[in-house]
């Protein structure tokens, strides 16, 4: 009798979730997806994948989706749903209008680290070329840009030196501010599978978390510092390398800049950051940072692992140019099981970053302001482009509170819920006349929109993604796109509408235009990805089938070294008082992903009905709480509300969440702090207090607080500098 389950069809894909980037079978029967199986030729995941790739499927067909194109003239109004020529008709009227009466600069748009290159090249290329200016910017912006600032400052590339497999020749790792093991858990097995094997363990984290400590993983040191000190534990690391000679003068003077190299020593030698200095600033034993120091130096194949938990700081581009300063003293760059990783969170925020989606920089990370550049995308897409670098999103959302910025393409984000100043940006979105979602769902930021664009999921459509070790694979089309579009289509169909012609036969001749427009991607082509299965970049004439690890001969600087960049630890303005006596850090858990719109739409919810508090017994019994209490978490900018449950994963003093699930708004209590040099929001240090909440509190009505105004919360954080 013939199996009824049996598939018609097999589909090779990546799953979209994580930076890792494992490639899958899909198995379909008709239009329906009958099992996700690991792809055992994946080259990121060797037939391995996690419950989210494997399970959390089925949001491409949960009701919610927004099948048919809306449109409204007020936010006030209910939605009108129009046909597709409608839509695009309505969106590019309005973004037309509001520049023939505000400026062509007064509107632009975001991409999505969930999209595919393809797409976010052409989001860039219709804000740039349809728009006419570089109003373009990503959600990388509040997650991993300094990782393009600063690993580009030190080794002058912003991305992964090695790809995942190099982590099986490591002596050492360390892993700073990530938990693999939960948040990229097939690269964690593969670690685990080295730690198991041998290879000594440092974490620097403020939490126990399960890579410090769990079933086959133990660190050899855990540095549990006090949330926002990573600059300051890093440089003392450096220090003990620098006054106990445990750096590569051999590597040093071959491959970098000696002089540079002279003057961090300078400033990384001195007393300020000797061990007994930091360890009582950063709440860590000095002992143990000279541990760390000496097995990292010691490799002889020392690595290092890194996430949000180093970007998402005031000091976040300082603390990548740490990493990058460490590996190059030590001369943990240019062969196997070395090198600095950034561990991505969505699936394609290393193409976000590749692709152009950045108001300073087309794809390739060459400058707008460059006229040789600007020329040959002008010769390619036949317009002429604005040589201004454009506005980072913040900067959107502030120039609409001033009335400059009318108008905004989203696609595939939601600022709303993901962004920091919950309450800045909805008064922002709320001062713009045409914000145009293009997504999945009707989200938190749609409420705030005029026009919503269906999206197609990535089972829905062509294209590629970057993984997190610069992999470019696949994305195939598994089921037909619930809306009739893929959305690529949609941003061409949008740039038509504005009066720029464009087409493409398929999502195959986007990537042949952005391959002839960026170096690194320059041998990429749908027809190499079928034949080898996927490429490193760079692909080019001297690696065309890809590259797995960089910087083996020389750095890509314009004198082909390495640099040292100063790295002064200046400590957050975040900074706990009596008010606000405790540490809110936040991450993320296996089962979920990001804020949770796909995740939350599958059976993946029953591992984590709701986002908790975890807090200190000390903590909790100085508060009279309970497992299981209701709490309010109140910061100098905002509160919510969550379960808070006993933790000794914690430190007294520091307090932990999750943030999947709509309802935990931890982004109504997150400061306004950001980086220095790339406005990523400083996510991981917000001082808070915790109070317990009567039921009554909790059932009756919305107890998260009004958000002050910005002026108000500046005069609460000086007031607070000036008692500290
Ligand atoms: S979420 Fe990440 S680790 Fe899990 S299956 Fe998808 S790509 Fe692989």
Known sequence: MPNPRKPEKETITICAYCGVGCGFKAETIGDEIVRMTPWKEGKANHGHSCVKGRFAYDYWRHPDRVRTPMIRASIDDPWQEVGWDEAFAHAAGELKRIQATYGRSSVGGVSSSRCTNEEIFLTQKFVRAALGNNNIDNCARICHSPTQFGLSATVGAGAASQHFDSVLQADVIMVVGANPTEGHPVFGSMMKRRIRQGAKLIVIDPRRTETVDSPHCRADVHLALSPGTNVAILNSIAHVIVRENRHDPYFIKSRC???????????????????????????????????????????????????????????????????????????????????????????????????????????????????????????????????????????????????????????????????????????????????????????????????????????????????????????????????????????????????????????????????????????????????????????????????????????????????????????????????YPLLLTTGRILSQYNVGTQTRRTANSQWHPEDVLEMSRGDMQVRGLSDGDRVKIASRFGATRLKVVESERVNPGVIYTTFHHAESKANAVTSDLSDWATNCPEYKVTAVEVTKLMPAEWWQGDSVAKRPARREREAAVAAVEEVV
């Not at 002089?259 to 990384?268: D, M, N, V």
């Not at 400058?367 to 600007?374: I, K, L």
């Not at 940006?425 to 997504?439: G, K, T, W």
Request: hydrophobic share 35%.
């Open 257 to 579: 800049e000696w002089r540079e190299f002279e003057l961090w020593a300078e400033l990384i030698g001195s007393d300020e950051y000797s061990p007994d200095t930091i360890g009582p600033i950063a709440g860590v034993d000095p002992e143990d940072i000279r541990r760390a120091a000496r097995i990292y130096s010691s490799g002889p194949r020392s690595t290092i692992y890194y996430g949000l938990g180093v970007t998402e700081h005031s000091q976040g581009s300082t603390g990548v140019m740490c990493l990058g300063n460490l590996a190059l003293s030590c001369g943990m760059y240019g062969r196997e099981g070395v090198g600095v990783n950034p561990l991505r969170g969505q699936g394609n925020v290393q193409g976000g970053s590749c692709l152009g989606s950045w108001p300073h920089v087309f794809s390739g990370y060459r400058f707008v302001t460059d006229d040789a550049t600007r020329a040959s995308f002008e010769a390619e897409w036949d317009i002429g482009l604005d040589s201004e670098p454009g506005l980072r999103l913040p900067n959107m959302f502030d120039a609409a509170l001033t009335g400059h910025f009318k108008g905004m393409y989203i696609m595939g984000e939601d600022p709303v819920q993901s962004d920091p100043n919950q309450n800045h940006i909805i008064a922002a979105l709320r001062s713009m006349e045409c914000v145009i979602i293009h997504d999945l769902f009707l989200n938190e930021t749609s409420k705030y929109a005029h026009v919503f664009l269906p999206g197609s999921s990535s089972l829905e459509k062509d294209g590629t993604f970057t993984n997190a070790e610069r992999r470019i694979s696949r994305v195939r089309k598994v089921v037909e796109p619930l809306a009739g579009y893929q959305d690529w289509e949609v941003t061409v169909k949008l740039m038509n509408a504005m009066g720029y012609d464009v087409s493409y036969a398929h999502a195959g001749e986007v990537l042949d235009e952005l391959a002839r427009l960026s170096p690194a991607y320059s041998g990429a082509s749908f027809e190499l990805l079928d034949r080898v299965g996927s490429a490193q970049w760079p692909v080019d004439k001297a690696a065309p089938e890809g590259t797995e690890v960089l910087h083996m001969q020389q750095f890509p600087r314009a004198n082909g070294r390495g640099t040292f960049m100063l790295t002064g630890y200046v400590p957050t303005r975040e900074r706990v008082s009596d008010q």
